[in-house]
């Protein structure tokens, strides 16, 4: 195993950015209220990933490209995120957002912040509009940044992922480790470092580099 770390996988919601993204377009529209109702019944397991972003993404019709830039403005990124991110570009380590939003979405945080590679849920449009229909559903984060790994030639053991809940726990498993931040028990149960400060993953990767 070589010790120069040549990737990080950057969860969005909740760790790159406070809170969520997926109802970020019906809230726009002022009909976001879908996701905030049907998140606990995914949280027990009563639904499926899918069932879920495919009664919230329906919120989104209706919704135009134009105003994603908008959307995008409103998001809260967490302290030092967003120059940790830059950072590690800076460095030459690749970077991956791993997210369920919509990928036209994910493009935006891709031009901000210069992610190498992006994922996310294909939403149909239509005349410039969003129509609410899912066309593509990512598969879990795991098997996500596995895919994303084959195609830049990347090793498992050359890539770290930082994170925070249990389908973040799921790329920890596959690759160097995992960061959790502010995560939950079992983010923080299957990962090597715990820290509240984003900014601290920079020392990290400096240090298991070495």
């Known amino acids: 195993m070589s010790n120069m770390i040549k990737l990080v996988f950057v969860d969005m919601s909740g760790t790159l950015v406070d809170g969520s993204g997926a109802n970020s377009g019906g809230d726009f529209l002022g009909k976001g209220d879908t996701y905030r109702k049907i998140y606990p019944s995914f949280k027990s397991g009563d639904i499926s990933m899918d069932e879920l972003l495919t009664r919230t993404y329906a919120d989104w019709e209706g919704l135009s490209l134009k105003d994603l830039p908008k959307i995008y403005a409103t998001f809260k990124f967490n302290p030092g995120a967003k120059e940790t991110v830059r950072a590690l570009k800076k460095k030459g380590i690749r970077t991956a957002l791993l997210s369920f939003i919509p990928t036209h979405l994910s493009e ?76 939950d028990d079992t983010a923080n149960k299957a990962a ?17 580099s070495i």
Not at 162 to 182: L, Q
């Open 108 to 183: 935006l945080f891709k031009k901000d912040l210069g992610f190498d590679f992006i994922t996310g849920t294909v939403l149909e449009v239509k005349g410039g509009r969003f129509t609410g229909k899912v066309l593509a559903l990512p598969e879990d984060k795991g098997s996500e940044a596995m895919k994303l790994l084959a195609k830049a030639h990347i090793s498992p053991d050359d890539a770290i992922s930082i994170g925070d809940r249990k389908d973040d726990a799921k790329v920890f498993e596959k690759v160097r480790f995992g960061v959790s931040y502010n995560g």
């Open 192 to 208: 090597k470092y715990r820290i509240a400060d984003f900014r601290e993953l920079l020392a990290i990767v400096e240090k298991e």
